[in-house]
């Protein structure tokens, strides 16, 4: 089993449409949590970080669930420039918490007008 | 703040030629990661050093590989020799722990 994975998509959506991106990690220690956005030929950036209660950030929602082991990222009434790749971020560092940042391979997002 | 920097930003080599990527991580960060990407695996974790000392290299993929970072400004990668495989970009990141992961632009990596 890879350590982080996700849905690589391609998700082909419209405009104003909702979608939303389901990340699987395979540490149950992990503690901290990020999704990330990569634009074509660009460095990944912090999109979010996800926090246990689950936290908003405008249109993005990031929510975790311990039990079962995954994040997922809502996108809300979604934008042409939401168009990029998202990559979910997973601490596998001593303790759950420093280090070892492990990246899933990606789900591609395509918003159409 | 520069942000980390990485050079060269693309480098194209033969086959068998010794390559050495750098980075210049952001001032006060304490992590420092070197990450492979391609299309076929994505983003790999090749190693990581904290406070200017590796702590896992299990993601290099052999022995052709080695990195180092004499101090807290400045880390190498170095991959002798290399191979068309190898062919892929190659990210720096740092992690002051409270702040997010930074990158570097990346240095695209082409072995002929």
């Known amino acids: 089993r890879k350590e982080v994975e996700q849905d690589p998509g391609p998700f082909n959506v419209p405009e104003g449409a909702t979608v939303a991106f389901n990340c699987t990690y395979s540490?149950?220690?992990?503690?901290?949590f990020f999704w990330y956005r990569q634009d074509c030929r660009k460095e990944p950036k912090l999109l979010m970080s996800?926090?246990?209660s689950g936290n908003e950030d405008g249109r993005f929602t990031a929510q975790l669930n311990r039990a079962s082991q995954y994040i997922s990222l809502l996108i809300r009434d979604s934008k042409l420039s939401d168009s990029a790749t998202y990559l979910c971020?997973?601490?596998?560092?001593?303790?759950?918490?420093?280090?070892?940042?492990?990246f899933g391979q990606g789900t591609t997002l395509q918003v159409k007008p | 703040d520069a942000g980390v920097i990485q050079s060269p930003r693309h480098e194209v080599t033969e086959m068998g030629q010794e390559v050495t990527l750098r980075c210049k991580p952001i001032?006060?960060?304490?992590?420092l990661f070197w990450y492979r990407q391609t299309m076929m695996r994505g983003l790999e974790l090749l190693i990581y050093?904290?406070?200017?000392?590796?702590?896992?290299d299990s993601g290099m993929p052999e022995d052709r590989f080695s990195a180092k970072m004499p101090n807290a400004s400045f880390s190498t990668l170095k991959i002798q020799p290399s191979e068309p495989r190898d062919s892929a970009v190659y990210f720096c990141?740092?992690?002051?722990?409270?702040?997010?992961?930074?990158f570097g632009n990346g240095t695209r990596l082409t072995v002929t």
């Open positions: 996800v926090y246990s």
């Open positions: 050093f904290n406070n200017n000392v590796p702590i896992d």
């Open positions: 990141a740092s992690w002051g722990g409270n702040s997010p992961l930074h």
């Open positions: 540490n149950s220690a992990s503690q901290s």
């Open positions: 971020v997973v601490n596998f560092g001593p303790s759950g918490n420093t280090g070892k940042l492990i």
């Open positions: 001032s006060g960060h304490d992590y």
